[in-house]
């Protein structure tokens, strides 16, 4: 859809299971506030997860980005005692981030029977549950109070 917002890409590693981590038990999530934000947890095998450090460049063609080695660095400075510790996977998706910030959800003047649910950056997940019930409302042939917030009549 042209002209809805700017294309963004979120980068994310994991490492090999690892022992218990001080300062890192699982089931928490720490997270690092200066720029860019990262957050780090644990997942349940006690792979550590690091993602963030969103950009407006896309990775393709880049080889190993010094997006993923910044995550590893991060890992690095917040638990010392991983200092050596390497990504064993990295990934990165693309999302859309519109000016106002909030998705893109229903039909667009261009594209007439077409519903859009254009859900990402970091509210990705609530926002894919509004678009649900924006959708499903429609659908049914109701209304959603506020669905003029994410129309893409807005853009």
């Not at 963004?8 to 999530?29: E, K, M, N, S, W």
């Not at 077409?114 to 019930?133: K, M, Q, V």
């Amino acid at each position: 859809l042209k002209g809805c917002g700017a294309r963004y890409t979120h980068f994310a590693v994991a490492t090999a299971p690892q022992d218990a981590v001080p300062g890192l038990p699982a089931g928490v999530i720490a997270t690092r506030t200066d720029h860019p934000m990262v957050t780090i947890s644990r997942s349940p095998d006690g792979r550590i997860l690091a993602e963030g450090v969103d950009s407006r460049h896309s990775p393709l063609g880049l080889g190993k980005s010094s997006r993923f080695i910044r995550l590893e660095e991060t890992i690095s400075d917040c638990f010392p005692q991983l200092h050596n510790t390497r990504a064993a996977y990295a990934f990165f998706c693309e999302y859309l981030c519109t000016k106002d910030r909030l998705p893109v959800i229903g039909e667009h003047a261009d594209y007439p029977g077409c519903l859009f649910a254009l859900c990402g950056g970091p509210a990705g997940g609530l926002f894919a549950e509004i678009a649900s019930r924006l959708l499903l409302a429609h659908y049914q042939g109701d209304s959603f109070s506020g669905e003029e917030w994410f129309s893409p009549r807005r853009l």
